[in-house]
């Protein structure tokens, strides 16, 4: 079983639209949580942290349940930019700096 | 700044012969990482370093994958003999210790590797 798991989807959802992911991580011990985006044949690149107290940037949420072990992720108003795989990382539990990463959650925004 | 800089972009190469994929870090950054990407599989830790100093290479699938970091400026990533199913994306990533930087990893373009 995958320390990280997420739907992999596809989501399809027009332009506007608000949209939300979901992951679960398996190792209770883990202390960094953060959401990597990445583009189709490219490499990841960090989207956002996430923290305890759940955390905003611009249209982008992120929010972190500790005792479910559960991590989201909230886009309001869904730009065609935002097309993308969204990648769950939580980190190694025994490392500050090894990264799990899900397989990711495929976002589609359709004019 | 450059970024994190890896060759070469593409190998195709037969079952059995060696590859050898290669990675330059972000000047400065102390840890330096090497993932495998796959569908079935996703993104995969193989080995990372820090200070040029190997920490964990569980994730290295058995004998024929080795790394090396010579230098803070330069990894190395082997596969001797070389199989079908090493057939992936090969990604290098570094970070920094610095506590600002949330440990953030900056990845390389990748490596895309076909081993026929």
């Known amino acids: 079983r995958k320390e990280v798991e997420q739907d992999p989807g596809p989501f399809n959802v027009p332009e506007g639209a608000t949209v939300a992911f979901n992951c679960t991580y398996s190792?209770?011990?883990?202390?960094?949580f953060f959401w990597y985006r990445q583009d189709c044949r490219k490499e990841p690149k960090l989207l956002m942290s996430?923290?305890?107290s759940g955390n905003e940037d611009g249209r982008f949420t992120a929010q972190l349940n500790r005792a479910s072990q559960y991590i989201s992720l909230l886009i309001r108003d869904s730009k065609l930019s935002d097309s993308a795989t969204y990648l769950c990382?939580?980190?190694?539990?025994?490392?500050?700096?090894?990264?799990?990463f899900g397989k990711g959650t495929s976002l589609l925004v359709t004019p | 700044d450059a970024g994190v800089i890896q060759s070469p972009r593409h190998e195709v190469t037969e079952m059995g012969q060696e590859v050898t994929l290669r990675c330059k870090p972000i000047?400065?950054?102390?840890?330096l990482f090497w993932y495998r990407q796959t569908m079935m599989r996703g993104l995969e830790l193989l080995i990372y370093?820090?200070?040029?100093?190997?920490?964990?290479d569980s994730g290295m699938p058995e004998d024929r994958f080795s790394a090396k970091m010579p230098n803070a400026s330069f990894s190395t990533l082997k596969i001797q003999p070389s199989e079908p199913r090493d057939s992936a994306v090969y990604f290098c990533?570094?970070?920094?210790?610095?506590?600002?930087?949330?440990?953030?990893?900056?990845f390389g373009p990748g490596t895309r590797l076909t081993v026929l």
């Open positions: 000047s400065g950054h102390d840890y």
């Open positions: 996430v923290y305890s």
């Open positions: 990382v939580v980190t190694v539990s025994n490392s500050g700096y090894a990264l799990n």
């Open positions: 370093f820090n200070n040029n100093v190997p920490i964990d």
């Open positions: 990533a570094s970070s920094t210790t610095d506590r600002s930087a949330y440990n953030e990893q900056f």
């Open positions: 190792n209770s011990a883990s202390q960094s």
